[in-house]
């Protein structure tokens, strides 16, 4: 058979461009199944080029890939296949499976895969084959008789070295390398600290970078997140290290973003992958975009750093221990300051991820996540208000409170504008007390970044406001926009 699969955005333009290793991994399970895959990428694709790769490709099947907020593109595309191809099969899965009622119920999906497709997604494509009924696939949900089913998950796999690479040979993989300069761009600001010195120097001549995994999971559940594989496993040390060198090898590149949502979970692991890193003389860079405080030490850290780590980045989400633990982070802001001044003076830049918008979240927390990013100079952090998806534990409590009357809409206002507006609000405070907090943190940070950098006689006002943004994305242009205007305004001579 022939099987299509399709990359959906989850926002609108480029934002949440990146490979997708999800839909990769399904390849490779469809290839050794001894089917014909192929992907349609559209953050980079038109739907025109989605139908014309389907008249030429003719597949039996199309798979839908993507996230909660891909849910609007992928109905549209859905009903709109149905009506022009109404005998392909369609399923759905990843993380986009969060929304499975209403896929189920308002487009035209057959199925939605939960969780690892490994074992489920072989036995359905054995179903399809014979003409069998798949009711009995373990890990799908489908519509029988009007209602909405959804099977027991099946089991996961235990050890992760059985699962192959990436099926990589299905899309160009240059579109998807990273830009080293871009990332120095945004960072030029920071790399001026004697600390940083050697970023530039292991990146060398370097152009780009490449993400990879080396684990799946997470030891523990936040109250914003969405976890679709239960507790946290690990590749070996040898698994990744082979990763490695294939990538280097077929690709030409070496530096590499590794996207695990928890790569330290077992210290002894990190100590043993840079030794192996060292003993096979790999001379590569990389990034850690996933990683917990309470898992992390100064020997760790400067390993890392003398093996090519450049960049970590901690679940911070705010400096108030209320929050915090409303989260379910299990760590205290005191760890959060301590591991954060250890990463620094191990020359790790590190970008601080603030989430705002917590159910206890008022003034007071605020001013508390302001004196901590203050307290670690977070030259880098990114600013969102607190997004409730499908099947997280947030999710559950706008439902329970009827938060969001319109599911539809809310997916498609968050597919619009991310976590930079206040879609809904969980606080006790009101609506415009909470709109402007984010503007006041960005403002409070500007000044410090001023007051900061003149003192040290490091960098002009315009470069911080310009530059002193992490890799991701900038601040949010609104609030940057009016605090430069009150620094420019009644508030310069303060200064």
Not at 125 to 139: I, M, Q, S, T
Not at 288 to 314: F, H, P, S, W
Not at 398 to 405: A, D, F, Q, S, T
Request: hydrophobic content about 35%; some cysteine.
């Amino acid at each position: 058979m022939n099987i299509l699969l399709v990359n959906v955005p989850s926002r609108k333009g480029r934002e949440g461009f990146m490979l997708p290793l999800g839909l990769l991994y399904v390849g490779g399970i469809i290839e050794r199944c001894g089917h014909k895959a192929k992907i349609v990428d559209l953050y980079v694709e038109s739907v025109g080029s989605l139908h014309k790769t389907i008249k030429e490709f003719n597949p039996s099947i199309v798979g839908f890939g993507g996230i909660a907020t891909s849910y609007g593109m992928t109905k549209r595309l859905s009903l709109d296949l149905k009506e022009h191809y109404p005998n392909i099969v369609q399923i759905a899965g990843g993380p986009l499976a969060s929304t499975y009622e209403l896929l189920l119920a308002r487009t035209k999906v057959d199925a939605v895969f939960h969780g690892e497709t490994e074992t489920s997604l072989p036995v359905f494509l054995k179903c399809f084959e014979r003409g069998e009924p798949f009711n009995e696939v373990p890990g799908i949900s489908y519509l029988s008789n009007d209602r909405v089913v959804r099977n027991a998950s099946p089991q996961q796999i235990k050890n992760l070295d059985e699962v192959p690479l990436p099926a990589y040979h299905l899309v160009d993989i240059k579109r998807y390398l990273s830009s080293v300069k871009d990332y120095l761009d945004a960072f030029s600001v920071l790399l001026r600290d004697p600390r940083y010195s050697d970023v530039i120097k292991r990146i060398g001549n370097r152009t780009h970078y490449i993400p990879l995994i080396s684990s799946r999971g997470c030891t523990h559940r936040c109250f914003f997140c969405y976890r679709h594989v239960l507790g946290h496993r690990q590749h070996s040390v040898r698994y990744v290290i082979e990763h490695i060198k294939y990538l280097q090898k077929t690709y030409g590149v070496s530096g590499f973003q590794f996207c695990d949502e928890l790569f330290n979970a077992d210290p002894k692991w990190v100590m043993e992958f840079c030794d192996a890193l060292e003993g096979e003389n790999l001379d590569i860079f990389y990034l850690i975009n996933g990683a917990r405080v309470d898992k992390a030490d100064e020997k760790m850290l400067l390993r890392l750093k003398q093996t090519g780590c450049i960049e970590i980045e901690y679940g911070h989400e705010s400096g108030s221990d209320i929050v915090l633990k409303e989260y379910r982070k299990g760590i205290p802001s005191s760890r959060n300051r301590e591991v954060s001044r250890l990463t620094r003076n191990a020359g790790l830049l590190m970008p601080v991820p603030i989430v705002i918008g917590s159910p206890s979240e008022t003034d007071e927390t605020v001013e508390e996540t302001i004196r901590f990013l203050k307290d670690i100079n977070a030259f880098q952090y990114s600013l969102n208000y607190l997004i409730p998806l499908p099947e997280t534990p947030s999710w559950q409590y706008v439902m329970e409170r009827n938060l969001i009357k319109d599911v539809e809409k809310y997916l498609d206002d968050v597919a619009e504008y991310g976590g930079t507006r206040l879609l809904v609000n969980l606080t006790k405070e009101p609506n415009n007390v909470v709109r402007g907090w984010t503007e006041k943190i960005s403002y409070e940070m500007t000044k410090h970044y001023y007051r900061t950098t003149n003192r040290l006689g490091l960098y002009s006002f315009y470069s911080i406001v310009g530059k002193a943004r992490i890799h991701f994305g900038p601040f949010i242009p609104h609030a940057v926009k009016k605090s430069i205007s009150r620094l420019f305004g009644h508030y310069r001579i303060k200064l």
